[in-house]
Each structure stands twice: as C-alpha cells, then as structure tokens.
C-alpha cells in the first residue's frame, strides 16, 4: 500500500505570500495519478490538480502542481484570503487503488 | 453536470450495520472510465477513503476496513450502496460519495455525518 506523507502539517503565511506544500509517497506514484484538492471547513474537497501538475477546470493559475516518482509539490504563488483551508495529496494506483496524505493546513499568519 | 448525492441514517447504534446510499446524475456507471467511492472523515480530521466501484462492477476496499464493508452498485437507478458491518463510535465521520474518472475524484458528495452513539 502507498502511504502519502505530508509536510508541513500545518503553514502559517499571510496574504500575498507564497505558500509550498510537500507530498512525499513511500513508493512511486505514476504522475498521472497524483492529484490536489483544497477543502474548506463545513464543505467537501475540491480538485485542484490532477496529473501532478494540470489545473482542474475553474482553478486560477496561482495554483501550481509538480513532481514525479515519489516527491511532489502544489505551490500557491500568492495567496489570497480564499486559500486560507486544509490541502490534501491523493494517489490512484495498485491495491488499494485509492490514498490520501494526512493534509496541510494553511493558516493566516 | 454531474451531483451525487448521499443518504442514510444520521446515527446509529454500536454493533449495527451502516447502510448509505450515493444517488448520482451526469453520469452513467456503465460508461468505461467511470467509478463511484466512498470516503469518510471524521470531525477535525484527515479523508480516509473506503471503497470504490468501476463500470465494470470490479470492487476495491480499505485495507483495514475491508472485511466490514460492502460496496454495490444499481445502474438503471443511478445508485451506489455501501454497508458497513459492526459500527463503532469511532466510525463516527462525514461519508463522502464522489465520481472517479481515471483516478481523479472529479466530483462530490456533499457529505452526511453519521454518527455512532447508543
């Protein structure tokens, strides 16, 4: 089983800064099935990033995905007050075909 | 568009069986590609996924959870069930239903907490 950790557990920044978040698998993930999702408290998950680095329909592009094998990255290059929530890394593959990181929160500094 | 949506009861007692069930549109479970999961989270934590279907009718589950779940699927009704044996107050979450093409989950549920409590 594919175990995704996650780092930090929770990033403190204020608005406008950029935030870095690290998805790191315990054994490698197909790019293609390596994606983000964004939730805010009281509502489900929303997709960010699918493949690794492709933006879901709708998502600005101040949301950037990358990395391959076992270490990936989701980079918001300047945040806005909406993306102040818990991020989450999540793998398709093998038995069991479906694993979510334990997330990161984002929260204003 | 697609929507799903879940139902079921909003508690339960220790011991008892969990019956939700996902009611999608937008989609057809019988289309290749297709897949429907379920995923919970419980209060202040993290998503912990459950179950899956594909339009194939092939089934996976949790590694740990596997031995008290059920996961089938009604086409002609758009429905999705999962039964989850021996519930425990530890089972208390928010379940989640949400639509998979090729390993994204591109859709969800809007979530019903359940909770375990005598």
């Known amino acids: 089983e594919i175990v995704l950790t996650q780092s930090p557990g929770t990033l403190s920044l204020s608005p406008g800064e950029r935030a870095t978040l690290s998805c790191r698998a315990s054994?490698?993930?197909?790019?293609?099935?390596l994606a983000w999702y964004q939730q805010k408290p009281g509502q489900a998950p929303r997709l960010l990033i699918y493949?690794?680095?492709s933006r879901a329909t709708g998502i600005p592009d101040r949301f950037s995905g990358s990395g391959s094998g076992t270490d990936f990255t989701l980079t918001i290059s300047r945040l806005e007050p909406e993306d102040f929530a818990v991020y989450y890394c999540?793998?398709?593959?093998?038995?069991?075909?479906?694993?979510f990181g334990p997330g990161t929160k984002v929260d204003i500094k | 568009q697609v929507t799903l949506r879940e139902s079921g009861p909003a508690l339960v007692k220790p011991t008892q069986t969990l019956t939700l069930t996902c009611t999608f549109s937008?989609?057809?479970?019988?289309?290749?590609?297709?897949?429907v999961s379920w995923i919970r989270q419980p209060p202040g934590k993290a998503l912990e996924w459950l179950a899956l279907?594909?339009?194939?009718?092939?089934?996976y589950y949790s590694t740990s959870l596997k031995t008290r779940l059920t996961i089938s699927k009604d086409t002609s009704k758009n429905q999705v069930v999962l039964t989850m044996t021996n519930m425990d107050p530890v089972d208390t979450a928010t379940y989640y239903c949400?639509?998979?093409?090729?390993?994204?989950?591109?859709?969800w549920g809007q979530g019903t907490l359940v909770t375990v409590s005598s």
């Open positions: 949400a639509h998979l093409v090729r390993g994204v989950i591109s859709h």
């Open positions: 937008g989609f057809s479970l019988s289309t290749s590609g297709m897949c």
């Open positions: 279907i594909d339009w194939d009718d092939d089934k």
């Open positions: 054994q490698s993930v197909s790019s293609s099935y």
């Open positions: 493949g690794a680095s």
């Open positions: 999540q793998q398709y593959g093998s038995s069991p075909p479906i694993t």
